[in-house]
């Protein structure tokens, strides 16, 4: 059993893992649109210091993309999600969270993105290119999906990246690792 493993199976408690702890002012404050659609204890989840609780809360989140009516509020809670755990210490959270949006590439509402999705695709798209050249395959894979489904995607495009990849760049504390 690997450290990760074990630092998982210490979470459980007699099958069941242990309860996020409670939303700090500042994760409070991140997370109003993403309590919106997937409510307070997801939320806590998602900013928890316990990585396979952030990691559920993506599957959750990735879970609900395919089932969800894809509006343009739906997409900014889900990049909200991707935002604050792209750039996770954890390769599987951060792993997870290019996945969720790789997925929402593939569903995402045809308008393009405005306003706060906006922001957070300028944050999001230099943490993912940064890691094009990672020398763990499996990361690579992740990476290269989710860079060609946000180039591909109807909402952000090829333009909105390099947007983001200009802006992002002039911001570099925009991302802080947990």
């Not at 569903?107 to 306003?115: C, E, L």
Request: charged share 30%.
């Amino acid at each position: 059993m690997d450290g990760k493993e074990l630092e998982k199976s210490n979470l459980e408690d007699e099958g069941n893992l242990l309860q996020a702890e409670p939303l700090s002012l500042d994760a409070a404050k991140k997370s109003e649109s993403i309590i919106g659609f997937f409510g307070e204890q997801l939320c806590r989840k998602l900013f928890s210091k316990q990585w396979p609780l952030r990691e559920e809360a993506l599957k959750e989140i990735e879970d609900s993309v395919g089932r969800a009516n894809s509006d343009n509020e739906f997409r900014d809670a889900v990049l909200a999600s991707v935002n604050y755990t792209v750039n996770d210490k954890i390769a599987q959270v951060s792993q997870r969270s290019m996945s969720l949006l790789t997925e929402l590439c593939r569903t995402a509402p045809k308008p393009p993105a405005k306003g706060e999705a906006i922001s957070f695709v300028e944050n999001i798209t230099p943490v993912i290119l940064s890691k094009v050249g990672d020398t763990n395959h499996r990361i690579k894979e992740i990476v290269d999906g989710a860079v060609l489904a946000m180039a591909d995607a109807n909402c952000f495009g090829a333009t909105q990246m390099i947007q983001g990849l200009i802006k992002g760049s002039k911001n570099k504390e925009s991302h802080k690792n947990l």
